[in-house]
């Protein structure tokens, strides 16, 4: 009955939502995005998961055996986040438009679940509206929440899991708290950085509530990505992978220069994926406000208490900073707390005036424009060899004895799977000693997809056998 009653409350609010939601998805070009294949920023990283996902589907491995196309380890073997998406999606036809396709409703869902978090604080359903939709306006959200990658999915399930856990964490009831703390747990699996909202709730518990078996009950769940991790290290030493990154890399590591080049990027340089620009200096400038303001305790101890447990975060993951802006994903979190407490400010003070709240809602389709641009730019930069993804690729491979049990050396590529992933075999590329590889005779066939590589002087021993070409890609035979 009081799930009824809730949804009915909410009603018209949600209804607006998913058309809101719809209808941007659609000026995001979603549909579209959906059908493409790794590309634009990072597609290093885009490459390295749809390889997994593609190892699955065509080597028909089991779950607990996840494996890319680089040979860096034993026959590719290696592990990092939960690969539950990646073997879902490998079942299907398309692997790639299934796996965009399930991380974006999870990405979708999670924006759903911001505006729950706001109404929680906010009581207000026109402003909890407004905070949904402009984190839907964030271009490193919106890029990578339609993407490969996992970071804003597993974002997302934490802010399905604030969600439920606001809602019930003052009852003390079991079930509900479990359910919030699996999303806090399954967040947590697919991006090991996200197990910080169990570090943030658990301040939160003990500074609004008094501690009892019922609020601790759901902390073992914390078990789970544990275990997985303790599996995926195990299983990458097993295999002498080198590559999976399953550690920190704390600024005590780090000089002067990249410490400051981290502060550059975050600060600077890589700013305008956070919202438009004018917005970042509204958000700082009202921040200040917020701190003047006295706030409800419970919010003050989530904006104040998720400000530490990021900044803990970012010192811990300090050098990944420098080149991978997908690692600001986790920050967003105290980000909506901190809008959310803005909003609740702006709400003293222009509750009834209709024509703040015009402003504020123009002021969000210049966000939304901004946000297609700059994903737009995002997806072309950089962009990917269509030739060695084509079906006749495949056939041009096949007709030459290049079957998937063959090895192969891409070149060029400084990645460890993009162009691997796009022939479909196992090998290697530049991100490995390939000369050695050459040497070493590890590799039945060397691949160049562009005739500039073949005029470096080490490479010209072992260009004697040449046995065709397609579009500019020469194929040599090495054994």
Same mark, same amino acid.
């Given at each position: 009955m009081l799930y009824f009653y809730f949804v009915k409350q909410h009603q018209v609010a949600i209804i607006i939502l998913l058309i809101a939601i719809i209808g941007i998805s659609f000026f995001y070009q979603f549909p579209i995005m959906l059908e493409l294949q790794p590309q634009g920023a990072h597609i290093w990283r885009q490459s390295d998961c749809m390889a997994m996902t593609q190892n699955y589907q065509q080597f028909h491995l089991s779950f607990l055996q996840p494996a890319t196309y680089n040979l860096q380890s034993t026959n590719g073997n290696?592990?990092?986040?939960?690969?539950?998406?990646?073997?879902?999606?490998?079942?299907?036809?398309?692997?790639? +438009?299934?796996l965009r396709l399930i991380h974006t409703i999870i990405f979708l869902a999670g924006i759903f679940a911001t505006y729950f978090i706001a109404f929680y604080f906010l009581q207000r359903r026109l402003l909890s509206l407004f905070c949904a939709v402009l984190m839907f306006t964030s271009p490193l959200l919106v890029f990578y929440g339609n993407n490969f990658l996992s970071d804003v999915p597993a974002l997302s399930f934490a802010f399905i899991g604030w969600a439920i856990f606001l809602h019930h964490y003052k009852n003390e009831k079991i079930f509900g708290l479990v359910i919030a703390f699996f999303c806090f747990a399954f967040a947590a699996l697919l991006k090991a950085s996200e197990a910080i909202h169990f570090a943030i709730a658990f301040i939160f518990i003990l500074r609004i509530r008094r501690l009892n078996i019922n609020l601790l009950i759901p902390y073992t769940l914390l078990l789970i990505p544990l275990f997985w991790y303790l599996f995926a290290k195990s299983y990458n030493k097993s295999n002498h992978d080198t590559y999976y990154f399953l550690s920190v890399f704390p600024i005590w590591k780090l000089s002067l220069h990249d410490i400051g080049l981290v502060i550059w990027r975050m600060v600077v340089s890589n700013s305008r994926y956070y919202f438009w620009l004018p917005t970042n200096i509204l958000f700082i400038i009202s921040v200040y406000f917020l701190i003047r303001k006295r706030m409800e305790n419970e919010l003050t101890v989530l904006i104040t208490s998720g400000f530490i447990i990021s900044a803990i975060y970012l010192v811990l993951f300090y050098q990944k900073m420098i080149a991978h802006e997908y690692y600001?994903?986790?920050?967003?979190?105290?980000?909506?707390?901190?809008?959310?407490?803005?909003?609740? /400010?702006?709400?003293?003070?222009?509750?009834?005036? /209709?024509?703040?709240? =015009?402003?504020?809602?123009? +002021?969000?389709?210049?966000?939304?424009?901004?946000?297609?641009? =700059? /994903?737009?730019?995002?997806?072309?930069?950089?962009?990917?060899?269509?030739?060695? !993804? !084509?079906?006749?690729?495949?056939?041009? $491979?096949?007709?030459?004895?290049?079957?998937?049990?063959?090895?192969?050396? !891409? $070149?060029?590529?400084? =990645?460890?799977?993009?162009?691997? *992933?796009? &022939?479909?075999?196992?090998? *290697? =590329? @530049?991100?490995?000693?390939?000369?050695?590889?050459?040497?070493?005779?590890?590799?039945?066939? &060397?691949?160049?997809?562009?005739?500039?590589? @073949?005029?470096?002087?080490? &490479?010209?021993? *072992?260009?004697?056998?040449?046995?065709? !070409?397609f579009h500019d890609i020469s194929i040599y035979k090495l054994r």
């Open positions: 290696v592990a990092g986040e939960f690969p539950v998406f990646y073997f879902i999606a490998a079942q299907f036809k398309n692997a790639s +438009f299934a600001y994903v986790p920050f967003f979190m105290t980000v909506l707390f901190c809008v959310i407490g803005i909003l609740k /400010v702006y709400n003293t003070y222009h509750a009834e005036n /209709v024509f703040a709240h =015009t402003f504020a809602y123009l +002021f969000l389709v210049i966000n939304i424009m901004y946000c297609k641009k =700059t /994903v737009a730019e995002k997806l072309t930069v950089p962009l990917y060899n269509g030739y060695l !993804s !084509s079906n006749e690729m495949q056939l041009f $491979l096949e007709k030459n004895g290049i079957t998937k049990d063959k090895s192969i050396i !891409s $070149l060029p590529d400084d =990645t460890p799977n993009k162009t691997l *992933y796009q &022939l479909k075999r196992k090998g *290697y =590329t @530049e991100f490995n000693n390939y000369i050695d590889v050459l040497k070493n005779k590890k590799a039945d066939y &060397l691949i160049i997809g562009y005739k500039d590589v @073949e005029n470096r002087e080490e &490479l010209k021993p *072992y260009l004697t056998n040449k046995i065709d !070409s």
